[in-house]
């Protein structure tokens, strides 16, 4: 079945660093990715997506790449803020369907 | 424009005590899905309504059940609270046309605990 993995945290970074969270994901065909942010005390939201290999989705500086050959979507953010810090879910849905799978959660922290 | 919203915030529950989870969404969407959020384990589906008048199973759907009122409502029960069903729990929308990506709307969750 679908499977979404990425590193576990809570990472933790100075501001103005540069940031990366994995996501190696499995499934068949080809599914759409996305990266969820959960600040404290909120419902998830989506911050970018791409629906297609080679498609790039960006957002407030976050950007990720969705790469067929490695199955990944990895989360890049030049330069982080305070208020960056959040959880960040990595998640796919394959060909549109109703289930949306999700990985464990990466909690950032960014310190001034 | 309030989204998607979600009743109780906070619910502490007895084991054997029964209770509903009330969500209702304003932007006329067709789906609507309720996950449960546990540490480490990311969200995991309990139940989904792809459309007014079907509901389907998830991932994780037993202990609960749903209804789906009207296209705006989909509640979830929990018919006998057990200490394993303490988690965060969280409605979710989405307008799914078969094209392109299902991008969900989140409620800010209902915070369940049973003792």
């Known amino acids: 079945g679908n499977s979404v993995t990425q590193m576990e945290g809570p990472v933790t970074l100075s501001e103005e660093a540069f940031l990366t969270i994995n996501c190696t994901y499995t499934a068949t065909g080809y599914p759409s990715l996305f990266w969820y942010v959960q600040y404290p005390g909120e419902g998830l939201q989506l911050l970018l997506k791409?629906?297609?290999?080679?498609d790039k989705g960006s957002n407030k500086g976050f950007e990720a790449t969705y790469r067929k050959e490695t199955t990944s979507f990895h989360l890049e953010k030049g330069s982080v803020q305070v208020s960056d810090s959040a959880v960040y879910f990595c998640a796919l849905n394959g060909n549109g369907g109703f289930k949306t799978i999700f990985g464990a959660g990466t909690r950032l922290f960014v310190k001034a | 424009n309030a989204g998607v919203t979600q009743t109780p915030k906070f619910q502490v529950l007895k084991t054997g005590q029964s209770m509903t989870l009330q969500c209702a969404q304003d932007m006329n969407h067709n789906s609507m899905y309720w996950y449960r959020q546990d540490p480490g384990m990311g969200l995991r589906l309990i139940y989904y309504s792809a459309s007014e008048g079907t509901t389907d199973k998830g991932e994780v759907p037993n202990g609960y059940n749903v209804s789906r009122l009207n296209k705006r409502e989909f509640s979830l029960r929990l018919e006998s609270a057990a200490p394993s069903q303490t988690s965060v729990y969280f409605c979710a929308s989405s307008e799914l046309t078969g094209f392109g990506a299902n991008v969900l709307t989140f409620g800010a969750g209902s915070r369940l605990t049973v003792l």
């Open positions: 791409a629906t297609k290999a080679d």
